[in-house]
Nanobody, 116 residues
Framework: QVQLVESGGGLVQSGGSLRLSCAAS????????MGWYRQAPGKQRDLVAS???????DYVDSVRGRFTISRDNAENSIQLQMNSLKAEDTAVYYC??????????WGQGTQVTVSS
């Protein structure tokens, strides 16, 4: 069983920054990709950024250059540094981790609200 605990959401003005964190417990040695999805009201959940155990990062076009995902394999944790935030970044952000044996796990979600 893998448990994911997220932190760092909140309210920020347009152009501001926030840093999200996600720590995984359990699944030691079996977790490969980790990352973040987000879901705005009335919309589907979409991938924002992902990072492999080797550190390869991928981003959706709308956040590339503004968001940076990083990973600490020793702590089984990831962070998402979000800069130059826009109103359209407002959403609930969900951390995920892929366990080779047990599949995909999700965090509880953290709200990010960007006021314009």
């Amino acid at each position: 069983q893998v448990q994911l605990v997220e932190s760092g959401g909140g309210l920020v003005q347009s152009g501001g920054s926030l840093r999200l964190s996600c720590a995984a417990s359990g699944g030691a040695g079996r977790i490969t990709d980790m990352g973040w999805y987000r879901q705005a009201p009335g919309k589907q959940r979409d991938l924002v950024a992902s990072i492999s155990v080797g550190g390869r990062a991928d981003y959706v076009d709308s956040v590339r250059g503004r968001f940076t995902i990083s990973r600490d394999n020793a702590e089984n944790s990831i962070q998402l540094q979000m800069n130059s935030l826009k109103a359209e970044d407002t959403a609930v952000y969900y951390c995920y981790a892929y366990d080779l044996v047990l599949g995909t796990y999700w965090g509880q979600g953290t709200q990010v609200t960007v006021s314009s």
